[in-house]
């Protein structure tokens, strides 16, 4: 959310958490307060959603960047929206990294280790939403904050739990059947089909539905519909 697109409003009924843009990959000051203020309307809970500072490719390419220039990206952008979110009488719940910086860190420890600092030296109150069972969870708990384990609705799954590159075919979930099916699979059997098939075990905490999706809105509202009809609850702020 955040990111300029046009669909938030649209959005925002079937949520119950925003990872909302801080100006770096996409965004900017302006972007987040409204965004904030649709949240605050809609009871959404509010978090940060810090990338790499590479608007030109959305904050999708890898960036090999020293330990110390991630700390600083994380912290300065998680502090951008809390002090927009504090003007406006609210908190943050959360933090979501972004993109490459998300995908990276679910596979490097070390990274992870520093993103989870940075998280807990602006907050240690908030949660570090990371993919589910990788290193940014590991990361999360060593440093003592609460983690959600996120998974993907609109995203297909390598053998080794990660997502499927964008760059590669069949990386996105483009049918309404498949979305409910790996919904379901994830939150009900507890596993997620890869792309060759194999199951693998996953802790569903969270879902992501990328808010620039071609089928964004429509996938959200059978998300919602989807899990209600299922008698599984959605925690509301």
Known sequence: MGEGLAND???MPYINSANIACGYHAGNADIMKRTVELALAHNVFIGAHPGFDDKVNFGRTEM???PGEVYALVTEQVYLLQKIADSMGTTLQHVKPHGALYNMSARDLELADTIARAV???DPALVLFG???SHSIVAGKNIGLKTMNEVFADRTYQDDGSLTPRTK???MIETTEGL????????QDKY???ITGKKLPIEADTICVHGDGSHAVDFAETIYHTLQNNAIAIRKK
Do not use: R
Request: no cysteine; glycine share 8%.
């Open 9 to 11: 409003h649209l959005l």
């Open 64 to 66: 090999q960047l020293p």
């Open 120 to 122: 807990h030296d602006v």
């Open 131 to 133: 993919l589910s069972g």
């Open 169 to 171: 075919a069949g990386a």
């Open 180 to 187: 409910i099916q790996q919904v379901l699979q994830m939150v």
């Open 192 to 194: 997620v089909a890869s």
